[in-house]
Nanobody, 120 residues
């Protein structure tokens, strides 16, 4: 069964750091783009950062300079290093991946989400 599993969320004080990890598992032939999204109560899910299979990155303006996305293609993992966290970064963070599965079927997958809470 193909799945994405996030880890690394938690409670941190403003100014602190967290590193989120997401592991893809199952019958995956390859992975195209991977990314992190977040959703806070009453708001739409928004892109935080994305990374292509070649390593090109894209960040939301609200996190530029504070967040770094990276990936390990061999391990089928994507990471989000978040520094200088602010209370407004509080949200559920979701991992997303564009996967190529058996029979070259391409599919978009989401993780279950991990809570990040930043206290002031």
């Amino acid at each position: 069964q193909v799945q994405l599993v996030e880890s690394g969320g938690g409670l941190v004080q403003a100014g602190g750091s967290l590193r989120l990890s997401c592991a893809a598992s199952g019958s995956i032939l390859s992975i195209y783009g991977m990314g992190w999204y977040r959703q806070s109560p009453g708001k739409q899910r928004e892109l935080v950062a994305a990374i292509t299979s070649g390593g090109s990155t894209n960040y939301a303006d609200s996190v530029k300079g504070r967040v770094t996305i990276s990936r390990d293609n061999a391990k089928k993992m994507v990471y989000l290093q978040m520094n200088t966290l602010k209370p407004e970064d509080t949200a559920v963070y979701y991992c997303n991946a564009d996967l190529v599965l058996a029979f070259n079927r391409r599919s978009d997958y989401w993780g279950q989400g991990t809570q990040v809470t930043v206290s002031s």
